[in-house]
């Protein structure tokens, strides 16, 4: 039964990395599943260079969405602004390191597309 | 007693594995399984005597009419319609309510008019409604729910005056259970002036429903939730209601007469079934409605509530569990619940893998979820064909969930 639910993902749930807000971040942004009620926080700072230099992520939902977003900000650090903007659903999936389901895919994308937001504002 | 076993071979999809496991499928309330009786009944159609319906000079049309009409036949007798030309098949419930705010409801509600609601509907019992009290100026108002999961009746009087035009409520809720007392409430609102509206999905294919005894002036349901296919649904209205009313969709069936600039309309029932039904899909409900009433609505009831009864017993000995709803004796097959810190999403992928099917949600019932503190639920619900041992499956499930996630 625990296949899906492998240990890295249960520890990324149970101690969420990055988690909490940043003081100056340039890039705010959220994601709100009304199917589950999955919400995602998402906060970048980036460097002079345009690399995102600090993450912090807060949210509630399901372990899926929150061990994704845990992960996702792990990821994010150092990437540049041209980097988040070509990041695909696929690569967000293949992160996660577990097999997803059709059924929970748009609970492990909830970071992404709360990334996305935050671009698009970003950009205006 | 119902003889499950018996009525579990006429459902093929009820032997196959998921995951390895056999199925459990608990997801009824959402959409029934499909007997082979309903199958083969639509297989007929297609494969010997397939033309469309009405009107047809020949006689793969005329089978074809006379299958079909012959469902609403059944339909009505089934929920005890007085007349044939009063049930009018539509998509599903949700199709059926905004035939209603749309045809009725434009041409009586009026700027202040109130339409009232239940804090424990679906949504698509809310919003038909938001967008003509939009429309016409009009206000909704809800009959609160205690925290039981039972309707605030005494608060029913306070909320009934002649402002109130019209009343819209769930005879069975899809998340709580709770079978409300029909009956009474149709009665006060008769007694105001209102025209009532009863959202039948959920009961019309578990309990005996019968339109006269209730006296509703409409009534909607949807046929793949009552071992019937997807796309035909049913709205009865009382005929007086229905002759006065304008007409929902505009297309061929539903004319009588068409002019450059105008139409006449259809009778009834036509004059609200506009364009090429559903009728392969009727012919199934019809099916259906034989194969439902073959084994008694009031046996399938009495097998609901024991299998109900028993899963609220075994549900609430695990510690964390909370349901939601009222106990047992005053709800129908739906047991929704949390269980312990794991969200339902989670939960019902757990059950998945364990072969459980569940639903987890807001099951169209957000406002109602708010109301009792919770974004979601994991629901179980209960058909003809499920079993004790299948809810001891649950229960397995559930355990093991817990302990995969450590909780």
Redesign the interface.
Known sequence: ?????REHI?DHYAHPRNWGRLKNPDIVADSDD?????QVHLELALDEGGRVSQVAFEGE????SMASASIFTEYLRGKSLEDLERLTEEEVLALLDAPI?P??RR?ALAPLVALRAGLQAYRR | MLNVERIRADFPALARQVHGKPLVFLDSAASSQKPVQVLEAMDRIYRECYANVHRGIYAFSEEATLAYESARDKVASFINAPFREEVIFTRNTTEAINLVAYAWGRSHIRPGDRILLTQMEHHSNIVPWQLLAQEKGAELIYLPITDDGLLNLEQLDNLLDDRVKLVAFTLMSNVLGTINPAKEIIQKAHAVGAVVLVDAAQAVPHLPVDVQELDCDFLAFSGHKMCGPTGIGVLYGKEALLQEMPPFLGGGDMIRRVEWESATWNSLPWKFEAGTPAFVEGVGLGAAVDYLRGIGMEAIAAHERELTAYAMERLGSLPGLRIVGPPAHQRGGVVAFTFRDI????LA??LD??GVAVR???HCA?PLHRRLGL??TVRASFYLYNTHQEVDRLVEALE??AK???R
Do not use: I, K, N, W
């Open positions: 039964m625990s296949d899906f639910y249960l009304p199917s589950c009620g999955d939902g399901c372990m899926v389901p059924s929970r609970c | 969200h339902p999403h989670d992928h757990l893998l364990e987890a949600g807001h957000q974004t979601a093991q969930a995969a996630l450590g």
